[in-house]
T-cell receptor
Framework: NAGVTQTPKFRVLKTGQSMTLLCAQDMNHEYMYWYRQDPGMGLRLIHYSVGEGTTAKGEVPDGYNVSRLKKQNFLLGLESAAPSQTSVYFC?????????????FGNGTRLTVT | GENVEQHPSTLSVQEGDSAVIKCTYSDSASNYFPWYKQELGKGPQLIIDIRSNVGEKKDQRIAVTLNKTAKHFSLHITETQPEDSAVYFC???????????FGGGTRVLVKP
């Protein structure tokens, strides 16, 4: 049972380039989330999804887009990367909302934008 | 929106001693307070949580206390062991919405 798998683990981009981060979960969870982690700032919610075909904005959505075409996958896209998007990105999933059930996190993607 | 502050940012303790991490929150409507532990190179993992109808909760060597009047909650680790070395995050949430607001994290180092 793999849980939550993030691809890739590391990536270096140049300013203006685009990329997609992939998150896959095999626990049949309804809810999925994308967070970014920056030193001293904890984890901040970028976007989330309450089910297949749905997405919603979180705390810091600007510069990112997401899609949830299949229940098990949640994609995070950067259309035009900026140095401010250098961060560690975590995907998480849960059976119900974050108020009612624990979040299961992947191991993160470290992104550097030069 | 909710704001969660966490102190200290780093904590070094001798093996066997206790460690305490404190968090304050701003939104009086928050009523769910989980704690996550993040080991090096991994994602955070839930270790304990507390809801506002409970003042204290224990699970073996870890305990969490909540003071709703003062809007602060704390994580207590007793008899610390080297495997307790990690980054710990507190968080707060309320029933409406799906937003869990995290504190800035505390890096705990347990010295043998």
């Amino acid at each position: 049972n793999a849980g939550v798998t993030q691809t890739p683990k590391f990536r270096v981009l140049k300013t203006g380039q685009s990329m997609t981060l992939l998150c896959a979960q095999d626990m049949n969870h309804e809810y999925m989330y994308w967070y970014r982690q920056d030193p001293g700032m904890g984890l901040r919610l970028i976007h989330y999804s309450v089910g297949e075909g749905t997405t919603a904005k979180g705390e810091v959505p600007d510069g990112y887009n997401v899609s949830r075409l299949k229940k098990q996958n949640f994609l995070l896209g950067l259309e035009s990367a900026a140095p401010s998007q250098t961060s560690v990105y975590f995907c998480a999933s849960s059976t119900q909302g974050s108020y009612n059930s624990p979040l299961h996190f992947g191991n993160g993607t470290r992104l550097t934008v030069t | 929106g909710e704001n969660v502050e966490q102190h200290p940012s780093t904590l070094s303790v001798q093996e066997g001693d206790s460690a305490v991490i404190k968090c304050t929150y701003s939104d009086s409507a928050s009523n769910y307070f989980p704690w996550y532990k993040q080991e090096l190179g991994k994602g955070p993992q839930l270790i304990i949580d507390i809801r506002s109808n409970v003042g204290e909760k224990k699970d073996q060597r870890i305990a969490v206390t909540l003071n709703k009047t003062a809007k602060h909650f704390s994580l207590h680790i007793t008899e610390t062991q080297p495997e307790d070395s990690a980054v710990y995050f507190c968080a707060a949430s309320k029933a409406a919405g799906n937003k869990l607001t995290f504190g800035g994290g505390t890096r705990v180092l347990v010295k043998p």
